[in-house]
């Protein structure tokens, strides 16, 4: 069921949605040649406590961390460890928070020094992936009118969509209804919701510069490209209104990362 929020709980979505924006902002800050990935999430967790919230992704469904940290080939859901980035490595970073009961959840890849031209590619039309579906956002349209704009934008590109993990609907849950792909499926799996005023939806762009394939590593979390090919990841919670759609997850400073 589709929960069109009041302006009440719009406002806790943006408290969360700002705590949430500020660890992915403070998470980039930290990346660089040397550091574990352990390291910068525990940054991450330590911010989010501090901040007066809860780390949304500790414990969910057993994952071990406060923040998915996936390097180079690894689609999402990468576990901190030991593991030191180098120059050269792509990150991305999913982070979520809770506060006053509600989720924000927001993701990007960054740049570990000096990367290739192609990978900088990648990042950039990754990111523009949810800015073209951010402009189809629009109360009156459906969700397969966000879906196309991510697919054919990546695809025109020449890169791939991940098909397997979906964008969604965010609340006190932070995944919720609607379901939210990054590609329209012939023929169409499940509903088309039409998209109102009041939704609140995670956009979240999954581009691989190789095959959409996937697999998954044995720990059970960690989702890799097929063909070890790159993948980049970006993410931010929208709030659907009346105009132009909202992104809630903004930092202190009312930007996005």
């Known amino acids: 069921m589709i929960t069109l929020r009041n302006a009440a709980e719009i406002e806790k979505l ?7 924006a500020d660890a992915r902002k403070l998470a980039g800050s930290l990346i660089r040649p040397g550091i574990t990935t352990a390291e910068i999430d525990r940054e991450v ?53 809770t506060a006053h009961g509600f989720v924000g959840d927001c993701a990007a890849t960054f740049a570990v020094g000096e990367i290739s031209d192609d990978a900088k590619r990648l990042i950039t039309v990754t990111r523009q992936c949810f800015f073209e579906a951010l402009n189809a956002a629009r109360s009156g349209n459906r969700v397969s009118d966000i879906s ?23 609340g006190e849950n932070m995944h919720e209804d609607p379901e939210v792909p990054n590609f ?13 005023a009041g939704m ?3 956009i979240e762009p999954m581009v691989n510069a190789g095959t959409a394939k996937i697999r998954i590593l044995p720990d059970g979390w960690t989702v890799l490209t097929a063909d070890g090919a790159l993948s980049a990841h970006y993410e931010n919670t929208v709030l659907i209104t009346r105009g132009d759609a909202e992104i809630l997850t903004r930092d202190s400073n009312g930007e996005v990362s």
């Open 184 to 196: 329209i499926a012939v023929p169409r799996r499940g509903p088309d919701p039409r998209l109102a």
């Open 148 to 170: 196309r704009a991510v697919q054919q934008y990546a695809e025109a590109a020449g890169y791939s969509v991940v098909r397997e993990y979906i964008g969604h609907g965010v």
């Open 45 to 97: 967790h330590d911010f989010i406590v501090r901040s007066g919230a809860i780390p949304t992704f500790l414990g969910y469904s057993g994952f071990p961390n406060s923040a998915c940290i996936s390097v180079n080939d690894e689609v999402i859901h990468g576990i901190p460890s030991k593991k030191r980035l180098q120059s050269g490595d792509i990150v991305s970073v999913d982070v979520g928070a």
């Open 14 to 20: 943006r408290i969360a949605g700002r705590i949430t």
């Open 200 to 202: 609140v939806i995670a």
